[in-house]
């Protein structure tokens, strides 16, 4: 029976280590736990103290403050632009030669889109007048420069006035063109009055008035 016993607490001990085991795992496990919950605990009051301290702190806007823009800031700027006896000559240089060319743009480019045409068209005694739009007047150009001619548009007897604000200047002059049909040719004259009115900055035509006696064969 002792024998018995003997046996029975060498058992005992020998089985003693698995619980050690056991234990020793459970105690393993539950550090480790621990030290998860605390870095976690710790990542959290790092995270929060963060926002805390964001939350607290003086804010210092990482922006440039808004502006509120008055209307002469929002509008672009623009150019004290001054008409000369100069520039006017260029100008109207310019739309010679587009006249020459047939150039309907050419001329277009160079009158506002507000602008007043007036026509007038003599034929002996009488004398017709119409009223035209921009868009009129580039159907009556293009009918026109459709006509065959000689490509020898002169203009002549130039006569530039400036306003005293040289924002604006009335320019009259006449023109002469050679024409061809069939096999005859005839010379037309005109006369032309133009405003140019300073627009955004650029020299425009703001009022065109022609006159047309008629041919002078």
């Known amino acids: 029976m002792v024998a018995t016993k003997q046996g029975t607490d060498e058992r005992t ?3 003693a280590p698995p619980r050690f085991s056991m234990v020793k795992a459970l105690v393993i496990l539950f550090v480790l736990g621990t030290t998860v919950a605390i870095g976690y605990a710790g990542y959290a ?3 929060n103290q963060s926002l805390v301290t964001k939350f607290l702190a003086p804010h210092v806007p990482t922006s440039q403050p808004s502006v509120i823009l008055t209307d002469s800031q929002v509008k672009p700027f623009q150019p004290d632009v001054r008409l000369t006896r100069e520039g006017i000559d260029h100008l109207l240089d310019a739309l010679d030669e587009a006249v020459r060319r047939k150039d309907v743009d050419g001329v277009l ?3 506002a ?7 007038h068209l003599k034929q002996g005694p009488q004398q017709q007048m119409a009223m035209l739009t921009r868009e009129d007047y580039r159907k009556t150009l293009a ?4 006509f065959p001619s000689a490509h020898d548009f002169t203009r002549t007897n130039t006569s530039v006035s400036l306003a005293v604000d040289e924002r604006s200047a009335k320019v009259s002059f006449k023109s002469t063109e050679t024409l061809r049909q069939a096999n005859r040719e005839f010379k037309t ?12 900055g650029k020299p425009m035509i703001t009022s065109l008035e022609q006159t047309f006696p008629g041919d002078s064969t």
């Open 45 to 47: 009051i790092f995270k």
């Open 143 to 146: 009918m026109s420069f459709a």
């Open 113 to 119: 889109h507000d602008v007043t045409i007036t026509i």
């Open 13 to 15: 001990e020998k089985r």
């Open 189 to 200: 004259e005109g006369e032309e009055t133009l405003v140019f009115t300073i627009r955004d």
């Open 109 to 111: 480019r160079h009158i």
